[in-house]
């Protein structure tokens, strides 16, 4: 863990330069899985690459008098479209972990999702800042869990602890093979564990009556595989999303989405909203880019929509955002907000809460610049005019 002092560096004046910072501050175990990607981490390359890709044609002698960074979303009013997106673990980059994120959050009206594997509890996350009428969204990702019984009161605490979504991650039934983490023989350091998950059932347990009908478990025969014929017998399905929509009070969004009919089927089973992530490249390698993603589901909701006479699911994206410009070209591709994910960590790693919380104003300050620059006043005056992808 971190035992740097909590004060911002001179030279951190962008996201890249937290990054070097923080190699320096964690050792290689918390570093490999903290920024680490999937094999031969190509898609963890091409999140970035893929934003450098597209260029901006702005327009001058535009007028920008009252110009803003506000966004509406899911019924609220944000400050700017950036929200922290779920990472794991993260008292491996610093003893606060997770409170000292959802603090910097609030303190700078950013939305934070705060993920199931968090290594403080959910209830002390929430309370530390859910009374702060000046923060962003308050919302709870959630990974599903082989018994529906334990996944509803997991939902159900979330609840009780004030969280305002839910956002159910389903592009990761199996881990990645994320060869730096075996190099490094990634293992959690003592005191650091999903806590939140500590009560699951084991493997292998009597289902509750909350239990779909699975295959009971049995020993492997001879050919059969134990990711198939064991591990993904309670692989997430539609159906289990729709049985969590109807067990929820709650918005429910869909993370994990790349395909165009993936994200129609989420929005017709009632999905808030959907965000497009390949998990910042840490499952499937080779997959495709968020930036060549968003586009293409953007368009297949609208489409959706326009025929149903009805009003489009918000489109959210995260990978590689790493600039305001970044930010700027999500939106104008049709997201109505991003999630950062690597860069606040490694701010928390550097600086904790003051770290987290200079990241996220470096971003919406250089968010705020790339409107003015490219003749647009505020977010809802951006438009695809604005972006020349580099084949074109």
Request: hydrophobic share 50%; net charge neutral; glycine share 8%.
């Amino acid at each position: 863990m971190s035992g740097a002092k909590d004060a911002i560096p001179p030279d951190a004046v962008a996201l890249a330069d937290y990054e070097a910072l923080a190699r320096e501050r964690l050792d290689d175990n918390a570093w490999a899985y903290l920024s680490g990607g999937a094999a031969d981490e190509i898609t963890l390359r091409a999140n970035r690459s893929a934003w450098d890709d597209i260029r901006l044609l702005p327009r001058v002698l535009q007028p920008l008098s009252g110009g803003h960074t506000r966004v509406e979303l899911l019924g609220r009013t944000l400050a700017h479209p950036v929200l922290l997106g779920p990472v794991a673990y993260q008292r491996l980059a610093h003893p606060l972990g997770e409170i000292a994120s959802a603090v910097a959050a609030s303190a700078q009206g950013a939305g934070l999702v705060l993920s199931a594997q968090s290594s403080v509890l959910l209830e002390a996350v929430a309370g530390a800042v859910r009374d702060d009428a000046s923060r962003g969204p308050l919302w709870f990702q959630l990974y599903w869990q082989r018994d529906r019984g334990f996944t509803r009161a997991l939902v159900e605490r979330a609840e009780a602890a004030g969280f305002e979504a839910i956002v159910l991650t389903v592009d990761a039934p199996v881990h990645g093979a994320r060869d730096r983490e075996r190099r490094a023989g990634f293992r959690l350091p003592p005191g650091v564990s999903a806590v939140n998950l500590a009560s699951a059932p084991a493997a292998g347990a009597h289902p509750t009556a909350d239990s779909p009908a699975r295959p009971p478990k049995r020993p492997l025969a001879p050919g059969q595989s134990a990711l198939f014929d064991d591990l993904l017998l309670s692989a997430l399905t539609w159906a289990d999303v729709e049985w969590l929509r109807s067990a929820t009070r709650l918005p429910l969004l869909i993370k994990g989405v790349l395909h165009e009919a993936d994200a129609r089927q989420a929005a017709a089973l009632g999905a808030a909203g959907v965000i497009v992530s390949n998990h910042g490249g840490r499952t499937l390698d080779t997959a495709v880019s968020t930036a060549w993603a968003l586009p293409r589901i953007v368009d297949a909701l609208a489409e959706q929509a326009a025929a149903a006479g009805a009003e489009a699911v918000p489109v959210l994206v995260d990978g590689g955002i790493r600039r305001g410009t970044d930010v700027l070209k999500a939106i104008a591709l049709g997201a109505r907000a991003v999630l950062l994910g690597r860069p606040y960590v490694h701010a928390l790693a550097v600086a904790g809460a003051h770290g987290v919380a200079h990241s996220l104003k470096l971003l919406r300050d250089e968010f705020e610049i790339a409107l003015a620059l490219t003749g647009c006043a505020t977010p809802g005056a951006l438009s695809r005019a604005v972006l020349v992808h580099r084949s074109d």
